[in-house]
């Protein structure tokens, strides 16, 4: 991937953070609990996705994904703690909402959820911006 489609492939995937945080509200306004759970894990999944990719580390999985993040990105300082507890804490209740049987999300414990998640993509969206003026 050249450095051009890299950026290209980032910006897209930020787009697509915000679009999906977006459903995720759309989803909590109607009473969607375990589907509002699974936008916002995706949310935050695209915005790392987007990192990642722009610091060319590569990942095959969401399990990696989340790994990496934490490995090179938390651990080292990079990003505040809070956000590698966040995308665990997200993937293991999107698994749990959208994979086991009779579970459901309520609103008392999705709502909190918001303000974090879209602290994190802006967060992560800040640090693109910055590789991407230094290059």
Do not use: C
Not at 9 to 33: I, M, P, Q
Not at 65 to 76: C, D, E, I, N
């Amino acid at each position: 991937m050249t450095t051009e489609e890299r950026v290209e492939y980032v910006t897209y995937r930020l787009h697509s953070a915000h679009l999906t945080y977006d459903a995720a509200k759309v989803l909590a306004e109607n009473g969607f609990w375990n589907s509002a759970v699974n936008r916002l894990y995706y949310a935050v999944f695209y915005a790392v996705n987007a990192f990642l990719v722009l610091n060319e580390v590569q990942t095959k999985s969401h399990s990696a994904t989340k790994s990496q993040f934490s490995f090179l990105f938390v651990k080292t300082g990079r990003f505040d703690k809070k956000y590698g507890r966040l995308l665990a804490q997200l993937f293991d209740w999107r698994q749990k909402g959208d994979y086991e049987n009779i579970f459901d999300y309520d609103q008392e414990s999705v709502e909190p959820l918001f303000e974090p998640v879209y602290d994190m993509i802006r967060e992560i969206e800040k640090e693109v911006n910055n590789i991407i003026k230094q290059r």
